[in-house]
């Protein structure tokens, strides 16, 4: 059992500062400590100009002079030794802000810092299926299809209307004008020059057939580009349907953006 008071605790030896005459003192971290006692006694002197001035002094020595510049300087408090120490912040007591909304975190700012922190250093995941959210790039996705067993039939689907009412003849007649073939409506295959007509009420989920491929050699020049399109046709996203084989009805969603590999289908949590 660990009996070293400096190892969990704040250690203070010989503080003389203000009011304080050489006091002693160790304070238990990751504890909600209160300072207390009457008017005089040296409660702000050791919380305010010991603890918080040397916790803080100590953060600002570990920057760069250029950082230090723009930082306010704090003096030395007279104390003789100060252990366990971790860069520290203070509020006033006032009220700074009429939000009642307020926290420590926005007051004081770090908030914003730690959105960063999370943000760049964070691992994303999706709060439907729990499923790690990660961006690929198209060399990635190439790969990924690539690795499918040989002789696997698929379709490049690129997401163009999910779920929205409408006969969408306007999409339609885009997609005629700039040369494809074949759409994918509720989940059946058409032709762009064979479709059924849609009912204006109702929800429909419309997918651009970009190539249907086999996984074999020399396709990986033709797969790219065909990859490069149904991402620029989907938005960043595209869906891989396989067809026939014992992966038949297949499908996955991938994407450059952040977003679920799932979210071309119901997440399953």
Not at 2 to 23: F, M, Q, V, W, Y
Not at 245 to 267: K, V
Request: with cysteine.
């Amino acid at each position: 059992m660990n009996t070293d008071p400096k190892r969990d605790s704040i250690h203070i030896e010989g503080a003389r500062h203000h009011n304080l005459k050489d006091l002693n003192l160790d304070i238990p971290r990751e504890q909600l400590v209160v300072v207390c006692g009457p008017s005089g006694s040296g409660k702000s002197t050791l919380a305010f100009d010991i603890v918080y001035a040397e916790g803080q002094r100590r953060y600002v020595e570990s920057l760069s002079a250029y950082a230090r510049q723009f930082l306010p300087q704090m003096d030395k408090p007279e104390v003789d030794k100060v252990e366990g120490l971790s860069p520290a912040i203070s509020l006033e007591q006032q009220t700074t802000s009429r939000n009642p909304r307020s926290t420590v975190g926005t007051v004081t700012e770090i908030y914003d810092f730690l959105r960063v922190f999370f943000a760049r250093l964070g691992k994303f995941h999706c709060p439907e299926c729990d499923r790690p959210i990660e961006a690929q790039t198209t060399d990635q996705i190439v790969d990924t299809i690539l690795d499918m067993e040989v002789g696997t039939k698929f379709m490049l689907l690129a997401p163009m209307v999910e779920h929205q009412k409408g006969t969408h003849k306007d999409l339609f007649d885009k997609l005629r004008k700039e040369g494809f073939v074949r759409v994918r409506v509720d989940g059946r295959p058409y032709t762009l020059d064979d479709l059924p007509e849609l009912e204006k009420n109702k929800r429909h989920s419309i997918e651009l057939v970009v190539d249907r491929l086999v996984i074999k050699d020399g396709i990986k020049k033709r797969l790219a580009d065909s990859v490069e399109l149904a991402l620029k046709q989907g938005e960043e996203r595209l869906i891989i349907a396989v067809v026939g084989g014992d992966r038949d009805g297949e499908e996955i969603p991938m994407s450059t953006l952040s977003t679920c590999r799932s979210a071309a289908s119901p997440c399953p949590g």
